[in-house]
C-alpha cells in the first residue's frame, strides 16, 4: 500500500473532532492499510486516522507487532485501575512525557468490515486504546502530561547512564 504524511503538532488538524464512520468504502479499507504501513514504518504502536489527515473516527494499533487491531467508532465503556508510564506519539517527534491512564478499559468499536466487537484491554494496550482514542477527539497526550516534555535522546542518554551505573554495582 502507501505510507501517508504524518501531520505534526501544530497542525490544526490534530486538534478537530473526527467524523464517524457511517460505512466502510472500499477508500477506508484502503486507509486502514495505508494507517498501518505507516504506523510500522514509523516504529509507532497505534495511529489515529487524523494524524494522516483523515477526519474520521478510525484507529489502527498493534502493540506487539502480532495482534493489530482496527478500531472503528470506538469508544470506552469502562475504566479502572492506573498506570503512570511514559508516552510518545508520532505527531510529536521526539520528545516523551509521564502519563497516567487506566491499567484496563473495556473499548467496544467496529471492525473494518463493520461488526461490533469489544475488547477487554489491559497495560499497554489499554493505554494505547486511550492515548489513540483522544486523537479522534481532537487531544494529544501533552494536555496529560505530569511535569515537562522531556527529549527521546536525553531520557535514552540517562536510561543508559543508569544502566552503567547497575553494572558497576
Given amino acids: 500500500?502507501?505510507?501517508?504524511?504524518?501531520?505534526?503538532?501544530?497542525?490544526?488538524?490534530?486538534?478537530?473532532?473526527?467524523?464517524?464512520?457511517?460505512?466502510?468504502?472500499?477508500?477506508?479499507?484502503?486507509?486502514?492499510?495505508?494507517?498501518?504501513?505507516?504506523?510500522?514504518?514509523?516504529?509507532?504502536?497505534?495511529?489515529?486516522?487524523?494524524?494522516?489527515?483523515?477526519?474520521?473516527?478510525?484507529?489502527?494499533?498493534?502493540v506487539d507487532g502480532e495482534h493489530p487491531y482496527v478500531f472503528v467508532n470506538p469508544e470506552i465503556v469502562e475504566r479502572d485501575g492506573e498506570q503512570t508510564g511514559d508516552e510518545?506519539?508520532?505527531?510529536?517527534?521526539?520528545?516523551?512525557?509521564?502519563?497516567?491512564?487506566?491499567?484496563?478499559?473495556?473499548?467496544?468499536?467496529?471492525d473494518i468490515n463493520m461488526k461490533p466487537f469489544e475488547l477487554d484491554a489491559e497495560g499497554l494496550l489499554a493505554r494505547c486504546c486511550c492515548?489513540?482514542?483522544?486523537?479522534?477527539?481532537?487531544?494529544?497526550y501533552t494536555s496529560h502530561v505530569e511535569g515537562e516534555l522531556r527529549d527521546v535522546n536525553a531520557t535514552a542518554e540517562i536510561r543508559t547512564e543508569e544502566e552503567e551505573e547497575s553494572d558497576r554495582e
Fill in 88 to 110: 510518545g506519539c508520532l505527531s510529536i517527534p521526539g520528545k516523551v512525557g509521564t502519563v497516567t491512564r487506566p491499567m484496563h478499559v473495556k473499548v467496544r468499536a467496529f
Fill in 131 to 140: 492515548h489513540e482514542f483522544d486523537h479522534l477527539d481532537g487531544i494529544l
Fill in 1 to 62: 500500500m502507501a505510507i501517508r504524511k504524518l501531520r505534526i503538532e501544530g497542525d490544526p488538524i490534530l486538534n478537530k473532532i473526527s467524523k464517524p464512520v457511517e460505512r466502510m468504502t472500499l477508500r477506508q479499507k484502503i486507509l486502514v492499510q495505508d494507517m498501518f504501513d505507516t504506523m510500522y514504518q514509523e516504529a509507532g504502536v497505534g495511529l489515529a486516522a487524523v494524524q494522516v489527515g483523515v477526519l474520521r473516527r478510525i484507529v489502527v494499533i498493534d
